[in-house]
């Protein structure tokens, strides 16, 4: 039997902590208003190179796309994309020529 753990958001401690961040977020907000809107501008400059950083991590970075198994799934990969081009080009199509509507 698998033993499940559970989130560490949902325990007491937890929730306990997320209480104490939004007390804390609501009174920083009130309190020193001024102060964030001042940074406000930065601290959106100083997001963009973290959320660059952090948010490659699912991919695996730069380091080129590699599949792991270059057998089936690739081709598999590669007759969807065709299939997907083919329906495509039939949907921009107003209207299926036939083979013997050449002669117009």
Known sequence: MAN???SFWLTSNGLASIVMIGV???FLLVEHRQHLFQ???FLLLALCPLMHVFMHGGHGGHG???H???G???DAEEEAYRRGVEEGKKQSDPQPRKENDHAR
């Open 24 to 26: 804390a977020s609501y």
């Open 72 to 74: 089936e799934s690739k």
């Open 64 to 66: 080129g796309h590699k």
């Open 4 to 6: 499940k753990q559970r």
């Open 68 to 70: 792991r198994d270059t």
């Open 39 to 41: 940074w406000l501008p």
